[in-house]
Each structure stands twice: as C-alpha cells, then as structure tokens.
C-alpha cells in the first residue's frame, strides 16, 4: 500500500480533493502541472496505467495547524458492499453539493464546514478518517463537534478500527487533562521527529469505544503535524487488522490438534494392520484426514499472509517514527513487541504445524500405498496362479472330449460304412465284395486314423489363429 512519504507537504490543486473540478488524487493526474490528462498520440495505453501512476500519490499527508481532532473508522467489506457504499458516499457528497468519488476512485476527501471528510478502499477494508478543529477547553468525554459520523452516516460492514486522535500543545493544560485519563498499566509514551512532539496512548477503548491517541506538539511544523497524524492512524488500523490472524489461529489450533491426534492414532494402528482391507480403511481415514488440514490451511491462509503483511507495515511506521523513551514509560515500540509479535508467532507456528502435519499425512499415505499396491500384488499373483491351474483342469479336460469325440465320430462313421457295405451286397457287385462284416472291419482302423487327423488339424488351426490375434 502506497503512503506517499515524497508527498508530504503537497497541498491538493483546487477541485483535487472532491470539492468540484478534476480530481488529482487517484491517479491520472498530468505531468503538465495543469491537471489535463497527458495524451500520448500512436501508443496503446495500458489498462492499468492510470492506476499505477496514481497510487504513488495516493493518500497525501494534508498540513495540520492548530489543534486538531481526527476521528477513523475502519469497516471490513467485500466487493459488492464496497461498491454499494461507494455509491452511497457519491450520493452523500452531491447532498452536501460535493463531487463524490468516481467509479475507480479509492482514494476521496471533501471539506465539511471546517473537517474534512476522507474515505479510503483498501484490500479487504474501507476506511471513513475526518479531521477538525479542537477546542482545547471542551469536554474530554463525548465525541467532537462537527463530526459527520451521526444518524446520516451509512457504515458499510462490520465495524474493525475505532480510533481517536488528538494533537494538542504538549505544555498546555488540555494535554495533562487528556494525559491523565490513560491506563498507567498499558501506558506507551515516546517522543518523536527529535523532540518535536511526545505521543501518548494506552491502545485501550474509551467509553466511546475508541482507542485514544494523544499527540503533544513542541513545534512540529504543519508537515510534521499531518504526517504524523496519518501515521499514527495508520498504526492503530493496521495493528487491529493484523490481531484477526490470532483469531484466525485459534479457531484453528482444535482442528489442527485433533487431526494430529488423529494421525497418531493411525500410525500405532497401522503398526498392527495386518490384511488388505484393514490397511484400505487405514488409508481411506489417512485420506480424509488429509482432506480435512488442507480445508483447513486453505482456509487460514488468506488471513495469515494479511496479517504477516500488516504487521510489516506496523512495524514500518514504527521505525518511521524514530521513537526517543522517557523514562518510566514504554514507547510503542516496546508495547508492541511484546503484545502483538508473539501473536505474529503464534500465527506462524500454526502454519508450520499445518506443513509439517501435511507432511506427516504424505508420508503415512505413501506408506500405506505402498503397502497396500504390494498386498494387490500378492492377491492379484495368487488370482494368476488359480487361473492357471484351472487353466490346466480345462486343458485336460478338452483332451478327454477330444479324445471321446474322436471315438464317438469315428463309430458313427463306421455305422455308415456298414450300412453301405450291407446295401451294396444287394447290389450287382455283390459277388466282387467281401462280407459287410469284413468290409466294417477294416474300415475301423481307417476310420479312426481320419478323424483324429482331422480333429487335430482342426486344433492346430485354431491355436495359430490364437497366436496370430495376440
């Protein structure tokens, strides 16, 4: 996310801040100064050029004087209520007689009476930040005149940041009023930009639910004011944002424990497993246990990477401020690194418990693949080898009705011989021919000797046609 740390000081053209005119925020901005949009004749223009200049001066630090109030917001919002919202905030500003933000525009402020109004789109959220004037002497207590956060405002998802900042002189009264208020307990004080100011927070919600921030000014200069102001805003925001991976982390650690459980359970019982269709049920459960982290790491995923890059951009701003202790009090610096970074590892040792557990799964499933392919090898070759020997009880068993079917042709045959040696007897050969008897006796031998060439002729062709189609 761009912040524009060069554009500190760059006060917005007129009509660049949504007050009517073309918008210089946002990117297509010119390069001739004059806000007309550069043409650049004989050349395709990336679609996502506009964006990308744009964003490097996006959210420009506005110069702060006097004593000054700032209210943020943050809402966290998908697609759709984001675009729903956007359209609510163009209609807002056209009540006001204000030129809302445009269609691509995720960057937007507009001046009301004496604040200004600032609507930011981020990744996942959306940021409502006005800023006016204080009145030192005024209540502590309740929100600030003013402020358009009433019965008109729209929020457009669940609220996340709530956040309270005031910059006030460091030796008046109405910083010792506000000073006193903090929780000594959870107390961050530090001095920042070499002197030029002191910071003050608790990180806890007042009655108004808000984290307060107090800023005491010893000569920062408007530049100064105003980006250390957006800073700290942004402090607050990302830090909130970067605590849901926590939450994230915990919701998931019952999972993850129970699959490691799980998992325990099914090596001492793949220990004993003994049998092909034990060692099926082995990997099916090996399987689903599978299933069940990978839902569950693609499911934190998202929300870890986005708290490990928020709480980079914690951490930036922090080295920004170049913090300066006072003595009895930790700086922010301090505060968070023992309250949010061991939350940071907490989120990063779940994810290593979710690789190594997904690792553990592979290996045990591989091993019981293994497993059960050689038990399938094993059946599978005692399946071969009854094949083979009923194979065999087959081939045998054709050779016994070969051999009967010889006999049984064979004696049909001969009963045809006798018929005809019988009718020819009858006939005028029938002093040239010997007996019929005779006659089917010796047609007995030749008989036989036919048909068992013929059936095995009959074979062979067979078999080489067998071995011809293989």
Known sequence: ?????????????????????PRDEGGGGGGDGGGAEPR???????????????????????????????????????????????????G?????????????????LVEIGEGVLRRERHGE???????????????IDGAPPGHPFGARFRAPGPMMVAARLDVVPADSSAFERRFARFDRASLCVAETDGGASVIATDFRQDRDGLTRILVGDRGLSPVQA??????????????????????????????????????????????TSVGLEANRALLDELTRLAADLEASAAESAYRFGASRAYYGIVRQRLEIFGERQREGYFTLSQFLSRRLAPAMRTCETLEERQVK??????????????????????????????????????????????????????????????????????GPLAAWLPSPELMTGLAVPVVLAAVFLTVRRIRRHHSDEDHGER
């Open 1 to 21: 996310m761009a912040d524009s740390d060069s554009e500190a000081g760059r006060v917005p053209r007129a009509g660049g801040d949504g007050r009517g005119g």
């Open 40 to 90: 650049l004749p004989g050349f395709t223009v990336h679609p996502s050029r506009d964006f990308v200049l744009g964003e490097l001066h996006a959210r420009p630090f506005r110069p702060q004087v006097g004593p000054r109030v700032f209210l943020r917001y943050g809402f966290t919002v998908d697609e759709a209520a984001a675009e729903a919202d956007r359209a609510w905030f163009a």
């Open 92 to 108: 807002y500003c056209r009540s006001l007689g204000l030129q809302g933000p445009g269609e691509a525009e995720r960057h937007h």
């Open 125 to 139: 959220f959306l940021t409502y930040t006005w800023d006016g004037l204080l009145d030192p002497a005024a209540a």
């Open 226 to 271: 105003g980006a250390q102001s957006q800073r700290l805003l942004e402090l607050e925001t990302y830090r909130v944002f970067a605590m849901l991976g926590l939450a994230e982390a915990q919701r998931q650690m019952p999972r993850v424990s129970a699959i490691e459980g799980a998992l325990l359970a099914l090596a001492e019982r793949m220990r």
């Open 357 to 426: 557990l997904a690792e553990k799964l592979a290996r045990a499933a591989t091993l019981l693949r293994t497993r059960v392919d050689v038990e399938l090898q094993q059946d599978n070759r005692s399946q071969l080898a009854a094949m083979n020997r009923r194979a065999r009880l087959q081939l045998r068993l054709q050779q016994t009705v070969e051999g009967l079917s010889v006999a049984a042709v064979s004696y049909y045959v001969v009963g045809l011989i006798a018929y005809l040696a019988k009718g020819a007897k009858t």
